[in-house]
Antibody, heavy 121, light 110 residues
Framework: EVLLVESGGALIEPGGSLRVSCAASGFTFSSFAMNWVRQAPGGGLEWVSSISGTGGSTYYADSVKGRFTISRDNAKKTLYLQMNSLKAEDTAVYHC??????????????WGKGTTVTVSS | QSALTQPASVSGSPGQSIAISCTGSSSDVGGYNFVSWYQQHPGKVPKLIMY???KRPSGVSNRFSGSRSGNTASLTISGLQADDEADYYCCSYTSSSTLVFGGGTRLTVL
């Protein structure tokens, strides 16, 4: 069974830093691009960032560029999102999502349940 | 990277057909075939139900269909069923090598 499990969410003060993780199982992790998508409380989906299977290519939404860094450890089958200079508007559930086979990061076929990041003083 | 424009809500009776629009620009919806739709039931994770504008992943009912005219993509659901009640999001690849979602549409089955 393909499974994605996020962790690391927390209550953090504005301006702080946090790293969330996504542990993958049930598929060849290094063969697929991965994504982070967030959903604010009561809000819609917002694409945050994507990374290629090798980790050599990364992509970011303008809202997080320069503050967030996506990375992966293929040996550990784990995806990461390092979040710096956090703002209240970064408060959301952060989902990791796997590439729909053959379509790079354009589509996502398996999603984790998410980890909650709350930015507040 | 402005969100794609979707109606906030649509509704229909069981058995009817409804359509949800998703309007962007020539830099996203109108410029690439990488347009998708996701269904999200309350408390659940999103599910991919349409990709490449008109293609359905394996296992998705053929009551769901996709189309596009210019910068507007549409998702049509025919033969509405109670289980179709959910939030629907469109998503497109953009000329900036990013993805952008629509604001989401709440479908109510009356």
């Amino acid at each position: 069974e393909v499974l994605l499990v996020e962790s690391g969410g927390a209550l953090i003060e504005p301006g702080g830093s946090l790293r969330v993780s996504c542990a993958a199982s049930g598929f060849t992790f290094s063969s697929f691009a991965m994504n982070w998508v967030r959903q604010a409380p009561g809000g819609g989906l917002e694409w945050v960032s994507s990374i290629s299977g090798t980790g050599g290519s990364t992509y970011y939404a303008d809202s997080v560029k320069g503050r967030f860094t996506i990375s992966r450890d293929n040996a550990k089958k784990t995806l990461y999102l390092q979040m710096n200079s956090l703002k209240a508007e970064d408060t959301a559930v952060y989902h990791c999502a796997k590439e729909f086979p053959g379509y790079y990061f354009y589509y996502m076929d398996v999603w984790g349940k998410g980890t909650t990041v709350t930015v507040s003083s | 990277q402005s969100a794609l424009t979707q109606p906030a809500s649509v509704s229909g009776s069981p058995g009817q057909s409804i359509a949800i629009s998703c309007t962007g620009s020539s830099s996203d919806v109108g410029g690439y075939n990488f347009v998708s739709w996701y269904q999200q039931h309350p408390g659940k994770v999103p599910k991919l139900i349409m990709y490449d504008v008109t293609k359905r992943p394996s296992g998705v009912s053929n009551r769901f269909s996709g189309s596009r005219s210019g910068n507007t993509a549409s998702l049509t659901i025919s033969g509405l069923q109670a289980d179709d009640e959910a939030d629907y999001y469109c998503c497109s690849y953009t000329s900036s090598s990013t993805l952008v979602f629509g604001g989401g549409t709440r479908l109510t089955v009356l």
